[in-house]
């Protein structure tokens, strides 16, 4: 990690947005994302309770991802339809799989929910790490391609090679990362994973206007 080049971003993002994402511009474009809503919504959908309840659970991931801000508009009805035509069986296996990567195994919970999706051409990023990242917002990381390869690039993450194809090990890898990045800068840079690391895509898009 380049902690010089994070530093300065940093510096330059809280000088344009003085108290961080408290700034009335930022607070104001945080309430179109809907973080608290969907934090809630995730929390109480893959509660303990609802374990043993496969459809409830998909059921309410199609209404999460259906909601996001962050998830693509192509994307949405492509899962959606593609949870609707699932068996019983891969039901069973994608609620199994995200309640794993949730609160247990996360790696087996990752590649088989990463199983499933391959059988619908919807091994995405985005699908992968929505759920994860409202479930557990200061932990998880919600990947998006292009911020992710122009953090990577910009802040010399190596060894880091993102690569469209969702695996576990780049996943936990970047995650860590990101959260060693969260610890270097203030606070009011990250309520949550999600907004720190639109504050990262942020930093690229004014370095790349100035």
């Not at 059921?59 to 009805?77: A, D, L, N």
């Not at 069986?89 to 088989?112: K, P």
């Not at 504050?199 to 004014?206: A, G, P, T, V």
């Amino acid at each position: 990690m380049n902690l010089e080049k994070l530093k300065q971003a940093e510096l330059a993002f809280l000088h344009q947005y003085p108290g961080g994402f408290h700034h009335p511009d930022l607070l104001a474009v945080g309430k179109k994302h809907k973080m608290d809503t969907m934090i809630a919504l995730a929390r109480d959908s893959f509660s303990t309770e609802n374990v043993n309840n496969p459809e409830y659970i998909v059921e309410q991931m199609v209404k999460i991802i259906g909601r996001s801000s962050m998830v693509s508009m192509f994307e949405k009805p492509k899962f959606r339809d593609f949870a609707k035509a699932l068996s019983a069986h891969d039901v069973a296996r994608l609620a199994s799989g995200l309640e794993e990567l949730l609160s247990g195994e996360q790696q087996s919970g990752f590649e088989m929910m990463l199983e499933v999706l391959r059988t619908g051409k919807l091994a995405k990023w985005s699908l992968m790490t929505i759920c994860p990242v409202y479930f557990n917002p200061d932990y998880e990381v919600f990947v998006k391609p292009t911020t992710a390869k122009g953090v990577i690039d910009y802040f010399e993450l190596e060894p880091l090679q993102y690569k469209p194809a969702p695996t576990w090990a780049f996943y936990d890898t970047f995650r860590a990362t990101i959260n060693q990045m969260k610890a270097e800068v203030d606070a009011s840079l990250s309520p949550n994973n999600a907004a720190f690391t639109g504050f990262l895509m942020m930093s690229l898009e004014n370095r790349s206007c100035g």
